[in-house]
């Protein structure tokens, strides 16, 4: 089975590589990777526009690769309780109008970076102006907000897993 990942930070690939061999136990997986544009504002805010985002990259990559699946990684962040909280949406898309999605858990930005987010940086420009992070070279903007406690694979590769097991529900109710 060969899947897109419309992205090439290696992180997401990586995380969809370990989700997809561990969904779909005994298939030979391949895992490609199409740099793909989201669609949306380099820091989308909001749910809805962060999955637009995944939508749009897992569409590109279906259209632009001979794959079977395509999947659409995008981080964002969204507003609750007063507080700005990053998230991760992973959107799966096949040859049908089958679909499978996951979202990651949050993490709550501290205030700086909030301000900074919602003043119209990018989280991991914000990142690394603020903290000199490095996070705009390792994108892996989680792992350096829990020092190392949950990297960015981690944080990908669950709501890919619950992606694909979503989009092969509803194949299997079909």
């Known amino acids: 089975m060969r899947i897109a990942v419309g992205s090439a930070n290696q992180i997401k690939i990586d995380a969809v ?23 949306v504002p380099d820091q989308p805010i909001g749910l809805e526009q962060t999955l637009e985002g995944a939508k749009n990259r897992a569409r590109f990559a279906l259209q632009n690769t001979e794959a079977d699946l395509a999947t659409g990684l995008e981080g964002g962040v969204f507003n ?43 989280l991991g420009v914000a990142l690394d102006e603020l903290y000199q992070s490095g996070t705009i070279h390792s994108r892996d903007c989680t792992g350096f907000l829990t020092r190392g406690e949950l ?24």
């Open 80 to 122: 609750l309780g007063g507080r700005l909280i990053d998230t991760g949406i992973v959107y799966v898309l096949g040859h049908t109008t089958t679909t499978g999605l996951g979202i990651s858990q949050g993490i709550a930005l501290p205030a700086e970076i909030a301000e900074a987010v919602t003043s119209g940086s990018e």
């Open 151 to 174: 990297p960015g694979l981690e944080y990908y590769r669950q709501p890919a897993i619950l992606a694909f097991k979503d989009y092969l529900q509803q194949v299997e109710s079909i």
């Open 17 to 39: 590589s370990e989700a997809a061999n561990q969904v779909f136990q005994g298939q030979d997986i391949e895992v490609i990777s199409v740099k793909s544009a989201s669609g």
